[in-house]
């Protein structure tokens, strides 16, 4: 089971920390990726991290904005975002894909355990 938390509305250039609890399974059998989705949108990722390795890739469009940090034994995953803008309003999601590297190359395929999602929103 995985739990998102965090969002919420912060003025433009503010900043938020999201978090993925991950629960029920081994830690360390899945990835934690980050997506977000806004109406009449596909779902798209933003950053995925291997649980093992630490292994961190970034969508384009976040680097140098969004850090995402993994603290095992807690089994959570965060999502740092800096320097919000508007058109990160969304809804953030947090997924799970099992026994294989993360990647956003292939959009939601293969994240198989979703998070409930969190509401950001950014006001400018």
């Known amino acids: 089971q995985l739990q998102a938390s965090g969002g919420g509305s912060v003025q433009a250039g503010g900043s938020l920390r999201l978090s993925c609890a991950v629960s029920?399974?081994?830690?360390?059998?899945?990835?934690i990726a980050w997506f977000r989705q806004v109406p009449g949108k596909e779902r798209e990722g933003l950053s995925c991290?291997?649980?093992?390795?630490?292994?961190?890739i970034y969508a384009d469009f976040v680097k140098g904005r969004f850090t995402i940090s993994k603290d095992n034994a807690k089994q959570v995953v965060y999502l740092q975002m800096s320097n919000l803008q508007s058109d990160d309003t969304a809804v953030y999601y947090c997924?799970?894909?099992?026994?294989?590297?993360?990647?956003?190359?292939?959009?939601?395929?293969?994240?198989?355990?979703w998070g409930q999602g969190t509401q950001v929103t950014v006001s400018s």
């Open positions: 991290i291997g649980t093992i390795d630490g292994e961190a």
């Open positions: 029920g399974v081994r830690f360390t059998d899945y990835d």
């Open positions: 997924a799970a894909i099992f026994s294989l590297p993360c990647t956003l190359r292939d959009g939601v395929n293969g994240y198989d355990h």
